[in-house]
């Protein structure tokens, strides 16, 4: 199969690409960032995906596939940019595969979509609404992009359309939200809260990824995975239990004293509407894509964390 | 209500193997799926068994009616201005029972906005009362605990010590939705445990909780009283999750019945006016 990948050149679009390529299938790839030397046999093309350039790529290269991983996720990303790319760049991407007749599309969206909050219950369905909208604002472009994505069932029936709501990936990469969070030697909490969070390796959130392309729906001839379907790794641990596991120092700071302290005394930089995600869980139930495609994640809990402590020892 | 991280609270041997005896799906942290710390747990029991066993004179009675398996929801009344009678339930059930069970209460959405004791409760697997919550634990073959008076239930005064105030019935179109069984139970004495004159309930908005209740000594400590527990038994309802308000109200007005006659029976046996061979399970 020839499949497109935007966002490409970022951690996890990289795993996705090599693993395609291992697995025989023709790999192209879209980013704004340059993937200096890609496996041979990628090809990257160094497009924004709002733009021109990259509808050419759809048009002449003609995928039968798309995995599109180009958002935006860093808070601290002027936020109308960010806006434009997960809004606009969905939107653009969804209607090139509709054009030029893309057979299947993987939306790679993010369980944060859930939000966080005191009244929120443990393991969020995919049935239910974004409450990230209302408890993290800075969010509300990728719910958007998320429900946008989804919206192409309807639009384009032809098109198999995939969105996975992934958890947070963690392992030997550092990259992502909560490798950020962890980074430093000291990780803050809020005094009194200790929510669960729930993360997925690096390897295992690429694996889920070319698992929902590669899936053939027996009984609908054959067709491509259709629908929204979280995706989690191993059960959620406590974050004192993570930040313990990961090597690190936890800082219970008072929720006043929290805003104030953070970016500061080597504490993470945090936005805002982060505060209810360090105090509340966001944990989804993943039983959807495990029935549908019978994936499972092959890194527990431990060993995705033991990664993660080894990669940014060595640093 | 202090997480044993920050204040090590003793653990007892015996407490522990109990913990180590509930069925529950405990990972090598100690923690199972829904955050429930093994250690949190044997602290918290280690602590209210000293009440149970020694502070209050509690008697319970019908304990062969909770199911040593599967799911099944307690079903009771409130008594006593602080949720003594959750307590006091879950103790039973985890002291009384072969194996142990840990109940897990519908709690108190405000719980889960205040420090410490959104940390804890969430250890000791008394999360918020969502129906979503319901369902899952139920379907994960649990044992719930339930107070369909709510708020208002906990908010009965002392002379109301022994009345049952409105029911919801949100738990029994969920019982009937998981096909669980209902255990009727009554909670005799916590009115005497914590005898509430007066709730302020603008004193509480100020510290974010429902009221706070006031007795002649003012504080709301319990008391060392007699506590009389009586499970009835269990109650399997037919029909639809579905059906109409009228329908589900008789099913509610049948569990209130049930309960009521328990609260009569264990005040009774509270005051000696019966003896335990005498009670009437339903």
Redesign the interface.
Known sequence: MKVLVTGIAGAIGRLVATRLLDAGHEVIGIDRRPWYHPPDGIRVFQHDIRKRPAEDVFRTQLPEALIHMATVTHLTHRSEDRFRINLGGTQAVFDHCHTYGVKRAIFVGRHTYYGAGPDSALYHTESEPPMAVHTFPELSDLVAADLYAGSALWRYPEVDTAVLRICYTLGPLRQGTLASFLRGPRVPMVLGFDPLFQFVHELDAADAICTALGHRDGGNDGRGLRGVFNVAGPPPVPLSVMIRQAGRVAVPLPELAFNLLLGRFGLPRLPPGALEHVKHPVVIDSSAFHGATGWQAKHDEDTTLHDFRVATDAR | MI?A?LIPLPIDPQVAARVDALELPF???G?????I?KRELARLYTLIGWFYRRYFDVEVLGTGHVPPRGRAMLVGNHSGGVALDAVMVIASAFFELEPPRLAQGMVE??I????????FT??IGQ??G?P??CV?LLEDERLLLVFPEGARGTAKLYRERDSLVGFGTGFVRLALQTSTPIVPFAFVGGGEAIPTVANLYRAGKLLGVPYLPVTPYVAPVPLPVSLKLVYGRPMMLQGSPSDSDEVIAGHVAAIKNRIASLLTQGRALREGRLSSTEIDFG
């Open positions: 997480p991280s990972n090598r942290h923690v199972d799926p829904y955050g710390d959405k405000f889960q906005k205040v420090p410490f004791l959104a940390w969430s250890r999360l918020t969502l979503e919550h899952r």
